[in-house]
């Protein structure tokens, strides 16, 4: 085995996962990220972090075309 762990994606819907949309990064409004040198990324939501691994798992899927 190459290091890669079988999986079975047999029961995966795809093309239902291609269409998870994407929800961008949420960012501090820009009146407020003049004033100072502090991130501009907002801290993420666990429902935020979900969709987002959601969207990752499924570009893996992808890349390496399971």
């Not at 890669?4 to 998870?20: E, G, N």
């Not at 502090?38 to 990752?56: C, H, N, P, Q, S």
């Amino acid at each position: 085995m190459n290091g890669v762990l079988p999986r079975d994606f047999s029961t995966v819907d795809r093309k239902a996962r291609m269409k998870i949309e994407s929800r961008g990064l949420p960012l501090r409004p820009a009146d407020e990220r003049i004033r100072d040198f502090d991130e501009a990324i907002i801290r993420l939501d666990d429902e935020w972090a979900m969709v987002a691994g959601r969207k990752a798992a499924t570009a893996i899927d992808r890349y390496l075309g399971w």
